[in-house]
């Protein structure tokens, strides 16, 4: 019953703010320095395309692609007119090493514009070559993350991964083959596919612990409104009971000899490397998003550049950031996502929220606290508030329902 709240709760007030209407001119707000600032880099170029992924890709083709990492080079010397700098970097897809070379350039140029100090990767299977981690490990990447998604051979081809990047046991030696090399390697994984057993996630499990890999993803499978019919042809219909006895038990098996990074990022590191993770929305109250169809959070104001990549290459050869539409958060809207973005990654500091808003930020937040705490999701203490065991799975649930209602907006600007 409290899941389903949540759930209905969450989609209604989420969906509400993803809408962007009534602006006729986006915008970007003036640049300043911040040093907790990202920069989101969108590559996205595929050798082909997963059925249940509705991030803006497209299938591969070099020269597209090589001015397109020239156009995103161009793109972030925009950023740096506009005076904004960045200390981290996560470069997302699509797959950012689909070439390589241009990712290395892309990466160097970053660090003569800005005052970069950690940078994360995401890539596939197939890319965990020699010389690829050679050029990532030249280039100062700190974190790799590889889409694994799972080892099972017969989920792997429901997929249409296996013929792309081999059977579960091959990708599992391409892992281990890897660790050490950087100072995070995380596996990207998914659960709750409907034709995915008890057994076949405690496999996956089993691989992950005896690899005892850096760090572990593990989403909730996400449909998009478009991508449904897809999803469920594949692997039939997606069954929500079964997800919170998945996560329960995927939380069971790796602790404790990982730790919660966020409600559905498991970490063996306690120093500094394991702050990246996937969501870096939790660690970096700003963010910018450069690339076709990447989405930036920057002083309250959420955009969107365009999706169509030939315009958007277009657009910043002419000088200009490539908007398709901005909205600007209200008071209320800003604390309600900083409220959602640090407890996913486990606690709320209240004297660096009232400091952020000069002043009361309670009278944004009272219903909402109180709903969890009777539902038993957050305890208080020391003037922060802290997520439970038990309400951890909650905000799975919300942060499903917050990159559905992004997927779904996606969707809509690609249509």
């Given at each position: 019953m409290i899941n389903t709240w949540i759930t209905r709760i969450a989609r209604r007030e989420?969906?509400?703010?993803?809408?962007?209407?009534?602006?006729?001119?986006?915008a970007i707000p003036p640049g300043d320095v911040k040093e907790s600032r990202l920069l989101y880099l969108h590559v996205p170029f595929c050798e082909r395309l997963c059925p249940y992924c509705s991030f803006n890709r497209v299938t591969f083709e070099e020269a597209l692609a090589r001015d397109y990492f020239a156009a995103l080079r161009k793109e972030m010397h925009l950023y740096r007119e506009a005076g904004y700098d960045f200390s981290g970097i996560y470069a997302g897809g699509g797959t950012p090493t689909i070439l390589i070379d241009e990712l290395e350039a892309t990466l160097a140029q970053a660090r003569t514009f800005f005052n970069i100090r950690e940078v994360s990767v995401e890539t596939?299977?197939?890319?965990?070559?020699?010389?690829?981690?050679?050029?990532?490990?030249?280039?100062?990447?700190?974190?790799?993350?590889?889409?694994?998604?799972?080892?099972?051979?017969?989920?792997?081809?429901?997929?249409?991964?296996?013929?792309?990047?081999?059977?579960?046991?091959?990708?599992?030696?391409?892992?281990?083959?890897t660790l050490g090399c950087f100072d995070t390697l995380n596996a990207d994984m998914i659960f709750n596919f409907s034709s995915q057993t008890p057994e076949s996630l405690d496999r996956d499990l089993d691989i992950l612990t005896e690899m005892a890999v850096d760090q572990?993803?593990?989403?909730?499978?996400?449909?998009s409104d478009v991508t449904r019919e897809k999803v469920e042809k594949a692997f039939g219909r997606v069954n929500g009971l079964q997800e919170e006895r998945f996560?329960?038990?995927?939380?069971?098996?790796?602790?404790?000899?990982?730790?919660?990074?966020?409600?559905?990022?498991f970490s063996r590191r306690t120093s500094a490397p394991a702050s990246i993770i996937d969501e870096y929305v939790v660690?970096?109250?700003?963010?910018?998003?450069?690339?076709?169809?990447?989405?930036?959070?920057?002083?309250?104001?959420?955009?969107?550049?365009?999706?169509?990549?030939t315009e958007y290459i277009d657009r910043v050869e002419r000088g200009n950031i490539p908007l398709m539409a901005s909205?600007?958060?209200?008071?209320?809207e800003r604390i309600h996502y900083d409220f959602l973005m640090k407890l996913f990654g486990g606690r709320l500091d209240l004297p660096w929220l009232r400091e952020k808003y000069e002043g009361n930020v309670f009278r944004h937040l009272w219903y909402v606290i109180l709903a969890f705490r009777l539902a038993g999701g957050l305890r208080y203490w020391d003037d922060q508030f802290f997520v439970t065991d038990r309400g951890r799975y909650y905000w799975v649930i919300m942060m499903r329902e917050f990159f559905t209602a992004v997927n779904n907006f996606r969707d809509f600007c690609r249509i």
């Open positions: 989420i969906s509400r703010s993803m809408t962007f209407t009534g602006q006729d001119k986006p596939n299977p197939n890319h965990l070559t020699d010389e690829n981690i050679r050029i990532l490990k030249r280039a100062g990447v700190n974190r790799l993350s590889v889409g694994i998604q799972s080892f099972d051979d017969g989920l792997l081809q429901s997929m249409d991964r296996y013929e792309k990047y081999g059977s579960g046991r091959e990708i599992a030696a391409r892992m281990k083959s572990v993803t593990y989403y909730p499978l996400m449909v996560y329960r038990r995927i939380a069971k098996r790796l602790l404790p000899g990982y730790r919660f990074s966020s409600s559905w990022c660690d970096y109250d700003d963010y910018a998003g450069l690339g076709s169809g990447s989405i930036g959070y920057l002083k309250g104001t959420c955009y969107a550049n365009t999706f169509n990549i909205r600007n958060f209200g008071r209320k």
